[in-house]
């Protein structure tokens, strides 16, 4: 299952993987209790963990992905709190991991939210791994490849 493939549910608790589509919605799995059911697309909005973004100062963005592995690597120093602690201990968690976040655009509500996504998804093995290394690690591949296939050619 790709991180693509999770999705988030208006009106809905939990994350749900994307089984398959149909012309008026999709068939979801629930990744809490691997239950499946129908999603009208007309009724209810789905989103994509992919295309979910945090907003930090300055109106800009980062992708919920980035605070995710944030969240896990920070995981040794940081005693995370429970998603029903107080405002107070949420707002000081999420300053120390991604110090730049709106503290007015993103509410307690969807810290508490976030928590509970990384558990689940830590649970399933689902926080995606770095990928800016393996794009260059890809790159430098491809560049080495040219260079020995110009020399063959030669």
Same mark, same amino acid.
């Given at each position: 299952?790709?991180?693509? =493939? ?7 608790p ?14 979801? +799995? ?28 300055q ?22 709190p429970?998603?029903?602690? =107080?405002? *107070? *201990? ?9 110090p730049? %976040? =709106?503290?007015?655009?993103? @509410? ?9 996504? %990384? @558990?689940?998804?830590?649970? @399933? ?7 800016? +290394? ?21």
């Amino acid at each position: 299952m790709e991180f693509k =493939d999770i999705l988030s549910i208006s009106g809905m608790p939990g994350l749900f993987e994307l089984v398959s589509t149909k012309n008026n919605g999709i068939i979801v +799995k629930s990744l809490e209790d691997g239950t499946s059911q129908f999603i009208s697309s007309r009724i209810q909005g789905v989103s994509p963990l992919d295309n979910i973004s945090v907003y930090l100062k300055q109106e800009e963005t980062i992708e919920l992905k980035k605070i995710l592995r944030d969240m896990m690597n920070k995981e040794n120093e940081l005693t995370m709190p429970n998603a029903k602690d =107080d405002p *107070a *201990a949420l707002k000081d968690y999420f300053k120390k991991v991604e110090p730049e %976040y =709106d503290e007015e655009k993103v @509410h307690v509500s969807d810290m508490k939210k976030m928590i509970k996504w %990384y @558990h689940l998804l830590k649970q @399933h093995n689902l926080i995606p791994a770095e990928e800016e +290394k393996t794009e260059e690690k890809e790159t430098e591949k491809t560049g080495v490849e040219a260079e020995e296939g110009e020399k063959t050619e030669a």
